[in-house]
């Protein structure tokens, strides 16, 4: 099916281009000068502390590299799971998937306290360290991507079309439990410690990545007057549907297992009951904005055009996926170590009680710089090769059979 | 290549240009080495030491960054250490004339023990 | 050759009544060692912290008088048992345990354990990504928000790296005891024991064979070198 697709590349320098590529430059540059500040001056003028280690940058930044591993499913619905219906879409998914990891990669290191020293984490490697594992996994996962973008591009390398589709999927999922390992390995953080975190992750990548993807899609197709028809939207908003369900599955499983534990019901409450806005975020946020009210769009009696709740699906996953990792990483941090178990503790290095996080100015630039990063890469990509098809209205309507 | 050498004269002008790095005398009476030795390798030889020290605990070896500054640290009138990195001084006159900027003083002290210096900057 | 450097450590050494004796200059610390602390919170009092300011100084950590960023190697804890009323003061700093999940999770093996058990930061490639301090459960580890200056010449810290508790590794190969301890003997109750767990002849041997002592979250099975008795 994808060998009758055409594609083409986005004309550059158009008035649209380049207000686009100014826009995104600009926020990358405002970016670039709060982590200038940041580093100059060290983390002090930031939100984090000794207590609250990671911050919102590494909510961007996590929110970004598990949207990555999950961008490329669309390229392995198509190519792995021989759904022909998908497969003009592959080139993008890959490029995507690229782009993201390069966005949130860009944030991560730019908040390292020595990104001077980002060498020093290439030649320097604890193999004992899911960190360091990771190093290479986001590393791997970019090579492994663009060698499957080849052979989708090249028929040269069509016999290699197979099995790069493969490697790039296991990788993605190798890296996704990777990523949710970071997490799942700390023992003595009451909000995590579970083995859990890992599917918890692969099934937050497939909706968070699916959503952007059919954000950067359904956007470059409106600006580059490309016809997508109806089909292919409501497809997409469906298996979106199915992701998220997937989604609050396992965050169901997560707490409820969590509540089973006596010893857990402090951190349990803390972020289901009282933690404030931790406990909004999850609520609202997290449940509500981008579990809940999704599925009811992309399964129940919304009259809009596929498209059109594919897209409002799409963003309410966004901005629920950003609430969710919040209450992971901040939420999961604000609850106080339990040095005493069943004692009241107080110390002068906040012992014991909830710790406070705002995030400052300067955090919330680097993490839209990271998102400006990947549309910029994303732009580039599709400028430069032939990656987006140039429509996709007819070829999808009468592929519908094999699903 | 005759363009590419003319090229590199110019751009190496300035430091023929600047005044040779001075600075104050070391209290010690001599190196652990020959000037030409310590010039060139006492990058290699404080990366060696470092590690050594630190990470496997072995102490008192030759070449240590302690022993550099508690020399090499000039005093100033009214009694206190100067910093070596300040400007003029035995690390930074040199560092400054071939425009390499050592990481070292990011966190090691700049002075001899057992002088108190202001807090904050 | 005995240089000038020498002389000072060797007069260092002999100043103070040592629990152990220095190691020789050149030889690597040892896996014979594994150094430890037994702290008595029965002689611990609630306002005493002895132990935190002669680790302020020995460390030359000024703070900014941020309490929220500025590093904390040593902190005296105060815990209640909320059934009983029963109350302590317990100082906490790194546990150096034998199974450090700091180390496990340094992506560059910057958090690493000295062959003596020590529990060490190598600033020199660590890249300020303050996994290890997600990963501690004691909060033992702080991170540089800022500049630095005033640092001892014994002890590099600077901004953008994590930091904390060495267990006065440089008093220690000069044979000395950690300040902590050395400042609870001579201004506060000795609270604090220092020695080496490896050596049956040493009193914080003989004294934890004896006599029942505990370790913080012992159910993590991090096996930490510091034991305390009264809590």
Known sequence: MSAITSYTQVRPYTRGWLALMAGLGAVIAVALGAVWHMEHQGHWVTGMTNQVVWGLPHVFAVFLIVAASGALNVASMGSVFGRVGYQPLGRLSALLAVALLAGGLAVLVLDLGRPDRLSVAMTHFNFKSIFAWNVILYSGFMAVVAAYLWTMMDWRAKRFYKPAALAAFGWRLILTTGTGCIFGFLAAREAYGAAVMAPLFIAMSFAYGLAAFILVLSLSFKMTRRSMGDALPARLVRLLGLFVAANLYFTALHHVTQLYFAGRSGVEAFILWNGGIHTALFWGGQVGLGGILPLAVAYGGCGHAPRKRAMMASVMVVLGGLAQVWVIVIGGQAWPLDLFPGMEASSTFADGHVHDYAPSAWEVMLGLGGIAIALVVTTLGITALRLLPAHLGEATGSCRSPD | ?121 | MINRRHMILASGAMLVAAPATARQAGQPASAAQRWGLLIDTSKCGVECTVCVEACKAEMGLSGHDRPRTDAQYVRKVNVRDPATGAAHSVPVMCQHCAKPPCVDVCPTGASMKRADGIVLVDRHICIGCRYCMMACPYKARSFAHEDQSGQQPHLPRGKGTVEGCTLCVHRIDEGKPPACVEACAARARGAMLFGDLNDPKSEIAQKVAREATTRIRADLGLEPGVRYQGI
Request: aromatic letters at 4%.
């Open chain 2, 1 to 121: 290549m005759g363009a590419l050498a003319v090229l590199i004269t110019l751009l190496a002008l300035p430091a023929f240009a600047a005044d040779l790095p001075q600075w104050p005398k070391a209290k010690g009476e001599a190196c652990i080495a020959a000037n030409d030795v310590m010039r060139r390798e006492h990058p290699d030889m404080l990366k060696h030491q470092r590690d050594d020290t630190l990470r496997l605990g072995i102490r008192g070896a030759k070449a240590s960054l302690k022993a550099c500054v508690e020399c090499h640290a000039a005093t100033s009138a009214d009694g206190h250490a100067v910093p070596v990195d300040a400007p003029g001084q035995f690390c930074q006159s040199c560092h400054s004339y071939v425009a390499v900027k050592p990481d070292c003083f990011e966190c090691h002290a700049t002075t001899p023990k057992a002088t108190v210096r202001e807090a904050s900057r």
